[in-house]
């Protein structure tokens, strides 16, 4: 255990050299603060609270940023110690792998929380000065946090695997982006498409759903949208929330970070130094 | 106990034999050097010792452990080759950090970054040090813990001959305290009086295994004895000594170790035909090019 915390710490340090914590965190108040301002306009029509619609725009910029955030932390960690030389040597001291993927894990899942923390706390401030009853969407601020961290998990998992099976940097890094671009981004149009081409057969009652929950960031976003008071803010596939419970997104949501790292490790396992 | 003891130690990547019935031994206080060319089996052998890889066949046993054992780690230290540590942390950070991991109070660090001469730098971060002074924090944390067996790749390639001397008296420290050392280079110019024991190895096979005295014997190379001839004189003294090789005003004469002073009093019977000469031994080169030639490839 304190040879877990002891990795963890270092990779902090490290990550605090490179800026990668500024980085972070910069980017996430900045976002949140744009978002802010732009759900400040007049929301009567809607009946809710400033917080709940902010929750409800942050929910759609978690989506993109958290795993892409993850993504970035992860992808050299077990390649660039590869790379470096360093991998041969740490796995020749009294620490099993096991152990080392967990520094690492803590370290990045820190960062992330830091930054979330941040980011969320400047929108939620930013609605309780223009709007008395933002207290109303607390709950709601409370829920994205922990659930952006369990999506943040699932990333960092993800990543993990990637750079173990890549072996190198480079094409570790490719295959990062690679893995948002499909999982973000072309997951949700290929669904769509689908959706359209099936015209409300088979696939839009029964396999669709089941797609949905597969993928940790449409659980992510289904959770967050069916439990928030503000669904209408949501578009897109977003729409799909009424139809699925929010107790199999939330499962989907908690149990992808478990899943995730096991493959992680399962990657590392094979990999020689 | 034996610190390290291999027996008929096989390894094949994809069909390609790396190491072939590999075996020797290394009691405690022995420092082995390891030598061979690029591709002979050297970082092989050693991440198969550490437990990194495993072996195909063959008996290995650390310190009386399995390697990559949970004992064998406890004791075992090692330094690979070009070791790149994190450049954003500091020479210290980093060797804290290895304390910790090795269940050490990290407090040690600065003591253990004195001992290879690197207390100045020890608040830099390791991105502005010099290769050497890499490999020497890469030596710090071989050192902690006083471990019993060493396994060093290639620790001073990349240094400067004074760096490198005062690398090896580090070394003769610890093996005056009892720890073994295995290390590995590809010259034995690098490692010459200051191992104990020298294993060659070639294409995977191990072609010698002794002291250099022995490595000398066995090797049996003809000592060079080059002869200064007057102006004019070579080729009479080429003749009259039978010697093989000639090259302008200098005969080059090739004799074996037993028969070095008959030969030179044969060049002294000459008397003013020749101006000077000069005896040669096989150099550390020449011996480890016939053990490492002599399979023939």
Same mark, same amino acid.
């Given at each position: 255990m304190k040879r877990i915390f002891a990795l963890a710490g270092s990779e902090i340090r490290i990550a605090l050299r490179n800026r990668w914590v500024a980085i972070i965190v910069v980017t996430m108040v900045l976002f949140s603060l744009v978002l802010s301002a732009a759900g400040s306009a007049p929301t009567g029509a809607l009946g809710a609270d400033k917080l709940s619609v902010t929750v409800a725009s942050l929910t759609g910029l978690a989506v993109y940023l958290v795993p892409l955030v993850a993504l970035l932390m992860s992808f050299d960690a077990v390649a660039g110690e590869v790379e470096r030389g360093t991998l041969a040597l740490i796995l @020749?001291? /009294?620490?099993s792998r096991v152990a080392l993927l967990l520094g690492k894990f803590i370290a990045h899942l820190s960062i992330l929380a830091l930054a979330l923390a941040l980011g969320y706390g400047v929108a939620a401030g930013v609605a309780f000065a223009t709007d008395?009853? $933002?207290? *109303?969407?607390l709950p709601a601020l409370f829920r994205l946090f922990w659930t952006s961290l369990l999506l943040g998990a699932s990333f960092l998992g993800l990543g993990y695997g990637i750079s173990a099976y890549s072996g190198r940097p480079g094409p570790a890094a490719g295959l990062a982006i690679g893995m948002w671009l499909v999982l973000i981004v072309l997951y949700d149009l290929g669904l769509l498409a689908a959706i359209v081409a099936d015209d409300g057969g088979f696939f839009t009652k029964t396999v669709f759903s089941w797609l949905l929950l597969a993928n940790p960031a449409d659980a992510f976003r289904l959770f967050n949208l069916s439990a928030?008071?503000? @669904?209408?803010?949501a578009a897109g596939v977003g729409g $799909? *929330?009424?139809?699925? #419970?929010p107790l199999q997104a939330l499962a989907s949501v908690a149990l992808w970070p478990i899943l995730a790292l096991f493959l992680a490790l399962v990657g590392f396992r094979k990999v020689t130094p | 106990m034996t610190s390290l003891k291999l027996s008929q130690v096989c390894k094949t990547f994809s069909g390609l034999? *790396? &190491?072939? *019935?590999v075996g020797f031994t290394i009691e405690p206080g022995q420092r082995v050097a390891l030598l061979g060319h690029n591709g002979a089996g050297k970082s092989t052998l050693m991440k198969i010792i550490l437990g990194l890889i495993p072996a195909d066949s063959g008996v290995i046993e650390v310190l009386g452990a399995a390697p990559g054992s949970a004992g064998a780690r406890a004791q075992v230290a090692y330094l690979p080759e070009n070791v790149a540590f994190? /450049? $954003? &942390? @500091?020479g210290a950070e980093q060797i804290r950090l290895y304390l910790r991991l090795r269940?050490?109070? #990290?407090?040690g660090a600065d003591a253990l970054l004195e001992s290879v001469g690197l207390a100045d730098a020890a608040?830099?971060?390791?991105? @502005?040090?010099?290769k050497g002074m890499r490999q020497r924090v890469g030596l710090a944390q071989a050192l902690i813990?006083? /471990?019993?067996l060493l396994v060093l790749d290639e #620790?001073?390639?990349? &240094?400067?001959p004074v760096s490198r001397r005062e690398f090896y008296e580090v070394l003769d420290g610890l093996a005056a305290e009892g720890a073994s050392i295995l290390l590995s280079s590809h010259a034995l110019t690098e490692v010459e009086a200051r191992t104990d024991r020298i294993v060659i190895l070639s294409h995977g096979r191990v072609m010698a295994n002794d002291t250099l005295a022995g490595l000398r014997r066995q090797a049996a190379l003809p000592t060079r004895i080059q002869i200064a001839a007057r102006p004019g004189a070579a080729d009479e003294v080429a003749e009259r000594l039978a010697a093989g090789r000639r090259n302008g005003v200098t005969v080059d004469l090739d004799c074996a170790a037993d028969e070095k002073l008959q030969r030179l009093a044969d060049v002294t019977a000459l008397g003013p035909l020749v101006d000077d000469l000069e005896v040669i031994p096989p150099s550390l080169d020449d011996i480890y090019n016939h053990f490492s030639r002599r399979d023939g490839q």
């Open positions: @020749t001291y /009294p620490v008395a009853d $933002a207290a *109303a969407g928030s008071s503000a @669904t209408e803010v $799909a *929330a009424n139809s699925i #419970p | 034999s *790396a &190491l072939d *019935a994190h /450049p $954003a &942390l @500091t269940g050490e109070a #990290p407090g608040n830099r971060r390791i991105g @502005t040090y010099s813990g006083h /471990p019993r #620790p001073t390639s990349g &240094l400067d």
